[in-house]
């Protein structure tokens, strides 16, 4: 690894005003389990690291706060994946954050973290889409809250402004019943980019959002609402309604699927997405 | 700021100060300066679990851990588990059900597991090889390693020895 000079902030402030002083020379570091490899590889070679992990205001829990379980900018992986209320409430977020590497890398790997590299295959962003997300950033000219339909604006790139953090994500409670899931196509079980990734919420009235993730330049998250959605049944009407939302799907051929194979994945994965959501909605409407 | 800083870092109970540049990880400060080789290095970049130990009780690949990273931290490898001549149990299993060909996978294997049953005392066969599927053995086929896991288990339920976590 080349050498660097490194920085352990201890306010928001003063590692926003490093990241703004010194541009595209730093590179912010909280689990490491990108940003690392691609210095190890000499894929990237910052001047100075910013090491965000001692910034007081930067937590690692998982609080309820005003309608919306907050997860910290620290909260690592497995923490999400473990914790009972995002299992119980947000069980999307819970399956995909627990697939993600392996267990050492989730122990340090963290969910702002995954968002802000911006892989489209990145497995927590179809969840954070399906269940309206909202990133709480903290840069130059303060705070602002970018919902995360608005925060992927290409591979590797993000809505954050130069000096910008993420501070907390927000994951509103629903107003009503609703049922999620996320499933996902990789090579192998552990330790795998996904070829394609699908989380699913649906509404006790029918609303079904559906994102997917590895199917162009950022995940995408497509929503339609009809009685169909709720019938435990396999039609040809069930089938069209699918496919017409995934047509906003862009998906692209490289070493993990080739494009149409990707299609119908998509297509295999939003059934069984739908079907998990649907067999978690509450019994009784 | 670059050229050195220094750290405080307990390494399997026992605090160490040292000066360590930036781009060292704390794979590197553990076999080289600290003469640690019982965490080994393979790939380097988080895909082997070779370099599994635990820091605060939680598993991590230290290839992805800058030394600095762990200042203030509590470090426990491979060397922090035999007491004396007295090898932990999960030491003692892998030997038994002849989980170890090679060798060079067993540290990281045997300290995920560590950090396995110190949550899950008593993990099925699928939380077994979920825990340990951060790390590549190119010899035994697996099957061995998590019986010794699972052998480990129930002899670690009443006091363990060694551990401190
Ligand atoms: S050497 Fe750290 S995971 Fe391979
Ligand atoms: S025993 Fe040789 S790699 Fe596992």
Known sequence: ??????????????????????GDDAAALAGGTDLIVQMEKGAR????????????????????????????????LEDVARDARVREGFPALAEAAGVIGSVQIRNRAT????????SPAADTAPPLLVYGAQVNLFGPRGRRSVPIEEFFLGPGRTALEAGELTESVDLPLPNGPTGSAFCRLARRRGMDLASVNVACRLSAAGEL??????????????????????????TDALGARLEQMAEATRPI??????????????????????NTARRRLPESE | MSSSLP????????????????????LAVLRER???????????????????VLVDGRAVNSCLMLAVEADGRDVLTIEGLASGDELHPLQEAFLEAGAVQCGFCTPGMIMSAVALLATNPDPTPAEAKEALCGSLCRCTGYVRIIRAVLDAAPRMRPVGNGTHN
């Open chain 1, 45 to 76: 070679a910052p001047a100075l690291v910013v090491d965000l992990k001692r910034v007081a205001d930067l937590g690692d829990g998982i609080e309820r706060r005003d309608g919306a379980l907050r997860i910290g900018a620290l909260a690592c």
């Open chain 2, 7 to 26: 750290i405080t870092v307990t390494v399997n109970g026992r605090e160490r100060r040292l000066d360590v540049a930036p781009n060292e990880t704390l």
């Open chain 1, 1 to 22: 690894m080349q050498s660097f000079d490194y920085a352990r902030p201890s306010s928001l402030a003063d590692a926003s005003e490093l990241l703004v002083r010194r």
């Open chain 1, 209 to 234: 959002r559906l994102a997917f993730g590895a199917a162009g330049p950022t995940p995408i998250l497509v929503q339609d609402e009809g009685e169909v959605f709720l019938k435990d049944e396999a």
């Open chain 1, 253 to 274: 051929s490289d070493v993990r699927a080739g494009e149409d194979y990707r299609r119908a994945m998509l297509r295999v994965l939003s059934r069984r997405a739908l």
């Open chain 1, 111 to 118: 969910l702002a973290g995954n968002i802000c590299n911006a």
């Open chain 2, 34 to 52: 600290l003469s640690l080789t019982g965490t080994k290095k393979s790939c380097g970049e988080g895909e082997c679990g070779a370099c599994t």
